[in-house]
Structure formats: C-alpha cells, structure tokens
C-alpha cells in the first residue's frame, strides 16, 4: 500500500508553497480585479508574503513556523479588523485560484485546495 504524500510535499515544499504564495500576491499587487481587497493591505505586501507562507507551510503539514512566532492563528480573530464583504472574499480567491491553476499541481490537489480556501474565506467574511 502507498501512503498518500502530505499537502505540503504534494505542493513542492518550501519552494513550492513560497511561489504560490508569490503568485498569489503579485497578482492581488497588480491585478485591477484585486483592488479592493489590495486596498485593505499595506502598502509593502512582504509582511503579508512571508506571513502567509508561514501559515500555509503548517497548515499543509510541513514545520508548523506561523505557530511558532505568532502563537494560535485565530484567522477570523485576525481579519476582524479588515471590512470583508463578498467583494473582497471573491476577490481574494480570483487570486489564488489563478495562483493555483499557474502551478504545477495534480488536478485532485487543485480542487481540494480551491474547495478549503473557498471556505477558509467565506469563513472569515465579516460583513
Ligand atoms: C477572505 C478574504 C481575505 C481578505 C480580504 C484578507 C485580508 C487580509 C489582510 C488585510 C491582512 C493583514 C495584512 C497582513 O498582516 O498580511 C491579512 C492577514 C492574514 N491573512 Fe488574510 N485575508 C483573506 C483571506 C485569508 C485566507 C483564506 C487565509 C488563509 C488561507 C488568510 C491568511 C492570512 C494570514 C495568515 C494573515 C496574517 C495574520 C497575522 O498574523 O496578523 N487570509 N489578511
């Protein structure tokens, strides 16, 4: 029997989780579509960069490294301060779902990170 790798190898690793993350931001940096939730940001994104390949390397099963500086990420706790409406969720997943489809990723492993970012968003709409 084969054991299935973890998300996180399946993603490449470190390098591959920072170039979705890369991916991600440019486009949220460039993209008019973006521009609303661009605007919630700060005006250098590397904080924002290297926060989210810090949570994205745990949650996918590789060194747990935003716990370990931040403590528990209490994301819906976190984005209480930031006005996120439809708009702003769906412009956030137009990102990364281009983002994902720029990888190099199994097709199972695009729909299963589409379908948990899709509610990981929803989940942190607050308005
Ligand atoms: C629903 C749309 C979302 C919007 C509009 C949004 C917006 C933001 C903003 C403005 C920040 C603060 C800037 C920063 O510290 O980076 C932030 C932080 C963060 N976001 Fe999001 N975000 C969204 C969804 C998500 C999702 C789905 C995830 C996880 C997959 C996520 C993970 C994070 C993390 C880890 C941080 C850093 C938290 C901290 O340590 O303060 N965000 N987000």
Redesign the pocket.
Known sequence: MTETPPLYELLGGETGVRALVDRFYDLMDSAPEAQD?RA???AS?K??RE??F???TG?SGGPPL?IQK?GH?R?RM??LP?P?AER??D???WC?DRAIDAGDFHPVVVEHLKTR?SE??????NQ
């Open positions: 939730v919630l940001h700060a994104l904080g924002s926060k989210l810090m949570f994205l949650w935003y931040f990420p994301l976190r984005h930031f996120i702003e969720r412009q956030w997943l990364m970012f990981m968003a929803d989940f942190l709409r």
